[in-house]
């Protein structure tokens, strides 16, 4: 009994990766990028009637910048040098870019009045690494275009799910990728942005949501950006702090 079900599992999966190497095929030949499906266990609950004020954003001063796994392991065995609101991921406010030589404050425009840790008015605007973790608001399902427009390097995860990655440096390009939502909901957001010390800074989160067919795509409005509330994973540690110093 048990056998056959495992066998009945095992050809359910092998329909699937049929199935998936199918979709992929079309894909390519129709030259579009893969839909990223965003699982609806990733939502971590229901959109609120209050509308978001940002992400929290943590940035790192580095002596220079690297590919995405050098900057990822910089940020992660490094302190953040300061922390920051982003009420609109559209650094600097005006244009794609500002010069990489210009204060950090006129890169985040109003923005630069919540940083914490450093003064925005005396550091440039690379090199630096930016992280942005949140949570998106989607109040509607389908098949939609999110983009991140960078100069330099991101990469881009809903949930646990990889969405869209530029490794390496560039001047100011949006990638685009294809995301399926099937229920409403916030969904945890991390965006990992960089720029080098080399000319020109700009980072960019946009989407395409609206019903008109036309591909006209927005910076994510600011409702739809929130802070994570106190987890529930913080409160069973603070339970567990608690129950600690009961045993005592
Ligand atoms: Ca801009
Ligand atoms: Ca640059
Ligand atoms: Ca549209």
Redesign the pocket.
């Known amino acids: 009994m048990i056998r056959s079900n495992l066998g009945a599992a095992h050809l359910r999966a092998a329909a699937l990766s049929t199935a998936i190497v199918a979709l992929a095929a079309t894909s390519a030949l129709a030259g579009t990028t893969p839909t990223v499906f965003i699982p609806a266990a990733s939502s971590v609950g229901p959109v609120t009637g209050t509308p978001g004020t940002g992400l929290p954003g943590q940035i790192w001063l580095p002596p220079s910048t690297g590919n995405l796994a050098a900057n990822l392991t910089y940020a992660a065995s490094n302190t953040a040098n300061a922390t920051f609101l982003a009420s609109s991921v559209d650094y600097p406010r005006a244009g794609q870019n500002s010069n990489?030589g210009d204060p950090l404050s006129s890169f985040l425009g109003n923005d630069a009045a919540s940083v914490v840790g450093i003064n925005p008015a005396t550091t440039p605007s690379?090199p630096l690494l930016i992280r942005l973790t949140g949570m998106l608001a989607f109040s509607v399902t389908g098949t939609f275009t999110i983009g991140v427009g960078s100069?330099?390097g991101f990469d881009l995860r809903l949930g646990d799910t990889n969405v869209s990655r530029f490794d390496g440096?560039r001047p100011f390009t949006y990638t685009y990728a294809s995301i399926n939502i099937t229920q409403p909901g916030l969904y945890p957001i991390d965006l990992f942005y960089w720029?080098?010390n080399?000319?020109?800074?700009g980072l960019e989160l946009v989407w395409d949501i609206d019903d008109n067919a036309a591909f006209d795509p927005i910076t994510v409005p600011t409702a739809n950006l929130y802070i994570p509330a106190p987890s529930a994973a913080g409160a069973l540690a603070l339970v567990g702090l608690v129950a600690t110093r009961r045993r005592r």
């Open positions: 990489v690379g100069d330099d440096d720029a080098n080399s000319t020109f800074s």
